[in-house]
């Protein structure tokens, strides 16, 4: 003490304390080659305990025997949210946390050999849980934020680190930051995102069902530092509930830095954590995957809510078609109508294919009404008309039963009016007519 500052204890910010060890000689140049432990804000007493503060500085310091002056702050020993010491810490309560946190169903796979990534997920609702279960599974570590505190519990559940707040979420600074969010709501949140909070070398990555629309937003507001990876997981959590095996996996690389090969290999690394689960990967461009899924994943969407409206019911008679189409509507029904919308919104593709729909649906039913008139016809006629109506039908060669809901009717001398003239029926005559598939005149009292 009568040669230096003497010892004492500092308040660390976030609670504990920090001993400081003696600081032996007076000189300036000992002060220099001290361990820096000098706390902002925090005098460290002399030995007789007197207290004083630096006018004017930033920080304080300690008294310097026989001079009465005060020495200033060499350096920062604080703990400060970013501290390297805290960070570390940090990272080895992550690797040390047991693996059945992650909870009985979502065991670790000690097979998986894909190099692990620090993921976040931005949207934690149905697919973004569905994901990140699959990659805590692998031994990736997961952060999660969304717009609710609801799934606080869930993430804890699923090994996930979850973050109500976009800021914090973005200052853990994850590798790869996965668009989980809906298809109507990823305009407002690629525009709001706090991109400047995370590494400038990110991978930024999108599970959209369309995919020009997210392209073109990402390019236009993700900072031209960040990696772009635009995929689509042609499956969910229904479809992909026990194996991801044989499941298409589509992937654009639309921007990745080729000069680094460390962007380069994280983005590998990426793709496969689903190539590891065997799924079936398709590279593909963006446009090229909307104008093929307006016409494969839309028009499924669309079959499925329209068979869904007409309340089909299981029978004790169901064929393997009818099962198909039940399932069907499972699958497309359990989805929102807002991702169903979002197919028809994003996809500027989905408006033609809608519209070919209703003009095949209009074919059909002309052709089906059409052929059932000529079944009609040699019905009621038989032999008893114009050669070109026989050859016709001989051409078609119509041989239908009518199954549909009937009426009979009798009626004498009343006449059928067709296309060729007025023929009149036969006295006393029983006919049996779908009255979908003709129109008689109205004398014949029907």
């Known amino acids: 003490?009568?040669?230096?500052?003497?010892?004492?204890?500092?308040?660390?910010?976030?609670?504990?304390?920090?001993?400081?060890?003696?600081?032996?000689?007076?000189?300036?140049?000992?002060?220099?080659?001290?361990?820096?432990?000098?706390?902002?804000?925090?005098?460290?007493?002399?030995?007789?305990?007197?207290?004083?503060?630096?006018?004017?500085?930033?920080?304080?310091?300690?008294?310097?025997?026989?001079?009465?002056?005060?020495?200033?702050?060499?350096?920062?020993?604080?703990?400060?949210?970013?501290?390297?010491?805290?960070?570390?810490?940090?990272?080895?309560?992550?690797?040390?946390?047991?693996?059945?946190?992650?909870?009985?169903?979502?065991?670790?796979?000690?097979?998986?050999?894909?190099?692990?990534?620090?993921?976040?997920?931005?949207?934690?609702?149905?697919?973004?849980?569905?994901?990140?279960?699959?990659?805590?599974?692998?031994?990736?570590?997961?952060?999660?934020?969304?717009?609710?505190?609801?799934?606080?519990?869930?993430?804890?559940?699923?090994?996930?680190?979850?973050?109500?707040?976009?800021?914090?979420?973005?200052?853990?600074?994850?590798?790869?930051?996965?668009?989980?969010?809906?298809?109507?709501?990823?305009?407002?949140?690629?525009?709001?995102?706090?991109?400047?909070?995370?590494?400038?070398?990110?991978?930024?990555?999108?599970?959209?069902?369309?995919?020009?629309?997210?392209?073109?937003?990402?390019?236009?507001?993700?900072?031209?530092?960040?990696?772009?990876?635009c995929t689509h997981p042609m499956f969910g959590p229904d479809s992909g509930k026990a194996s991801w095996e044989g499941l298409p996996m589509m992937f654009d690389r639309v921007r990745v830095n080729a000069e680094n090969p460390v962007n380069k290999e994280r983005c590998h690394n990426f793709l496969r954590i689903f190539e590891h689960e065997g799924c079936r990967m398709i590279p593909m461009t963006c446009e090229e995957h909307d104008r093929q899924a307006a016409s494969t994943q839309f028009i499924t969407h669309t079959v499925g809510r329209m068979l869904g409206d007409m309340q089909l019911e299981s029978t004790k008679i169901n064929t393997k078609g009818y099962e198909s189409l039940l399932n069907l509507i499972d699958n497309t029904c359990n989805d929102s109508f807002e991702l169903y919308y979002g197919l028809f919104m994003y996809n500027q593709n989905a408006t033609e294919t809608l519209e070919a729909m209703e003009r095949s649906f209009d074919r059909t039913k002309k052709r089906l009404f059409d052929q059932l008139h000529e079944v009609l016809r040699e019905q009621l006629f038989g032999d008893d008309q114009p050669e070109h109506i026989l050859k016709q039908q001989k051409k078609l060669k119509v041989r239908a039963v009518i199954t549909s809901p009937v009426i009979s009717w009798q009626k004498k001398n009343c006449f059928i009016f067709g296309h060729d003239g007025v023929v009149p029926s036969k006295a006393g005559s029983q006919e049996v007519l779908n009255v979908k598939a003709v129109t008689l005149a109205g004398t014949c009292g029907l």
């Not at 190099?115 to 990140?132: C, E, H, R, S």
């Not at 993430?155 to 930051?177: I, Q, T």
Request: charged content about 25%; aromatic content about 8%.
């Open 1 to 229: 003490p009568e040669s230096g500052c003497g010892g004492g204890t500092a308040e660390l910010p976030f609670g504990g304390r920090r001993s400081a060890p003696p600081m032996r000689g007076a000189g300036w140049g000992t002060l220099r080659q001290a361990r820096k432990t000098f706390l902002v804000g925090r005098a460290l007493t002399d030995g007789g305990g007197t207290r004083r503060s630096r006018p004017g500085g930033m920080g304080s310091g300690c008294t310097k025997p026989g001079r009465g002056g005060v020495a200033p702050c060499v350096a920062l020993d604080a703990a400060q949210p970013f501290d390297f010491e805290s960070k570390k810490q940090k990272e080895k309560n992550d690797l040390e946390a047991p693996a059945e946190a992650a909870g009985p169903g979502n065991q670790r796979d000690p097979d998986c050999d894909v190099p692990k990534l620090k993921i976040g997920v931005v949207g934690f609702g149905t697919f973004g849980q569905f994901l990140a279960k699959r990659f805590v599974s692998q031994g990736h570590t997961v952060l999660a934020t969304s717009r609710s505190d609801r799934y606080q519990d869930l993430a804890k559940e699923l090994g996930v680190r979850y973050f109500s707040n976009v800021d914090d979420f973005c200052e853990e600074h994850p590798e790869v930051v996965v668009l989980c969010t809906s298809i109507l709501s990823t305009e407002q949140v690629v525009t709001n995102f706090p991109f400047l909070r995370l590494k400038r070398n990110t991978l930024l990555v999108d599970v959209l069902s369309v995919k020009e629309f997210p392209k073109k937003l990402m390019l236009r507001q993700v900072p031209e530092e960040f990696d772009i990876l």
